[in-house]
């Protein structure tokens, strides 16, 4: 029986490891069984910027976009396909016009999550525009910084509303430095937050059913912000700060995305988590590469192989409802997200295909990052990243992470 064959569109910025990765696994992977029989044979290919009708028909059954977020020609090509062609995308631009932090703090609090107090000011420099002196004059009222600052109670962190890359975000601590930071955000439209005294700081990464908690140390150079540490939370938080990151990205239907929070007692504040394009770069995520680009395979077979349909609406009510039900406590609340969320991402039915459908995934995954193919990948990607004198010593920390997840991977794959 001929297979079915489905093209898979990488929309890519500046990186190589983990697309090289993508493809390696999906070339090892082989035609995937579906139901009745069915057999069902993947194709990838980097996708080109190059001019479109409205009305061509995309030969890609889906994309994983990189690049939309700052390049407009291709983010409005995505936005075609979703429209017209029913391309399944990870992530849609359109889930991703509220991508900035300030629509997802909104949703996030309005759903009873514990987002840090957080207050909008106006611009600090006029907006570009002639309208502006106008408008600002007739309607902009004067404001007092510090005394929303006080009610917001330092320390705090200032940051843009669409931030990224920690890019103007600054801490302050009282009112000098308030007014330094505001000064300096110029044409930025700026958040001030709540700081919150954490005492442990989870990063999470999901990738359609899938999440990894990892332990980020962001006060570390780029290459240490992600601990190799199993158990820095207790069950329940860890389960809470799992349900909280397929919770958001269920609510906004996306579907490779990571999410912070910070862990303070037993109570965990959600402050960034609308990561349109996630770091899963091998130099940053080293142990848990492997499980990254697994997770991206298994995601996008099971995708295509059952037919998975995309989703643009955002069926906000049925979240509300939850948020709504009187007399529902936070963990009750929590519970209700956890069936919705699992619902979007039709957990059971994912695992249930994984298990049929990918029965040798994982040791396909070991074989390769034990092989000499992973290994050129590393190096190349150490040379691509590092300057020449720090290349042998990057190579030797992630040879040495690697190993550590080889071992623990073969322990695993050995007890079950
Ligand atoms: N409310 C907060 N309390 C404590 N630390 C914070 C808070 N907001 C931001 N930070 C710190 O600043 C960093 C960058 O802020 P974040 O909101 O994650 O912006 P970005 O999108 O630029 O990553 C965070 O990783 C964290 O270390
Ligand atoms: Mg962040």
């Known amino acids: 029986m001929t297979a079915t064959r489905h093209l898979i569109g990488l929309l890519l910025g500046t990186e190589e490891d983990w697309p090289t990765a993508f493809e390696e696994i999906l070339g090892r992977l082989g035609p995937v069984a579906g139901t009745g029989g069915s057999r069902h044979a993947f194709d990838i290919e980097r996708i080109t910027i190059e001019p479109f009708s409205l009305r061509d028909r995309p030969r ?18 995505l936005k075609k396909v979703a429209l017209m062609d029913g391309v399944y995308l ?14 997802a703090y909104c949703a996030m609090m309005r759903l009873g999550l514990k987002v840090p107090d957080t207050v909008l000011v106006p611009y600090k420099n006029p907006v570009d525009n002639a309208r502006y002196a106008y408008t600002a004059e007739r309607y902009n009222k ?3 910084l510090d005394a929303i600052a006080q009610r917001i109670g330092y320390p705090l962190f200032m940051k843009p509303y669409d931030g990224g890359a920690w890019r103007g975000v600054s801490r302050v601590s009282n009112a000098a430095e308030l007014h330094a930071a505001y000064d300096q955000s110029g044409e930025m439209l700026m958040h001030l937050q709540k700081a919150i005294d954490y005492d442990v700081f989870a990063r999470s990464l999901s990738i359609g059913a899938e999440t990894m908690v990892m332990r980020f140390q962001p006060e570390q150079p780029m290459h240490l912000r992600y601990a190799v540490d199993h158990e820095f939370l207790s069950p329940q938080v860890g389960g809470e700060v799992v349900t ?7 609510f906004f239907r996306w579907e490779f995305n990571s999410c912070e929070t910070l862990v303070k007692g037993g109570d965990v504040y959600p402050i960034d988590y609308a990561n349109a394009c996630p770091d899963v770069a091998l130099t940053s995520l080293h ?3 492997p499980w990254a680009i697994k997770a991206l395979v298994k995601w996008c077979v099971f995708v295509l192989v059952t037919g998975r349909r995309p989703r643009l609406d955002l069926e906000a009510d049925r979240f509300y409802e939850i948020a709504d039900q009187p007399g529902a406590s936070y963990g009750d609340k929590l519970g209700g997200y956890r069936q919705l969320a699992a619902a979007y991402f039709e957990t059971g039915r994912y695992h249930d295909f994984c298990a049929a459908s990918l029965p040798h995934i994982d040791e396909i995954v070991l074989d390769w990052v034990t092989g000499p193919a992973f290994d050129r990948l590393l190096i190349q990607t150490v040379r691509s990243t590092y300057p020449a004198y720090e290349h042998e010593r990057f190579v030797a920390h992630l040879r040495g992470l690697i190993d550590l997840w080889i071992a623990d991977e073969t322990a695993r794959l050995r007890a079950g």
Not at 244 to 250: M, S, W, Y
């Open 60 to 77: 890609y059954a889906l994309v994983i976009d990189r690049l939309a977020y700052w390049y407009y020609h291709p983010r409005e090509w």
């Open 142 to 144: 004067p404001f007092d």
């Open 90 to 103: 990870l992530n849609s631009p359109f889930t991703f016009q509220s991508m900035e932090k300030h629509a």
């Open 287 to 289: 142990y848990y590469f």
């Open 244 to 250: 909280i990151g397929r919770l958001v990205n269920a």
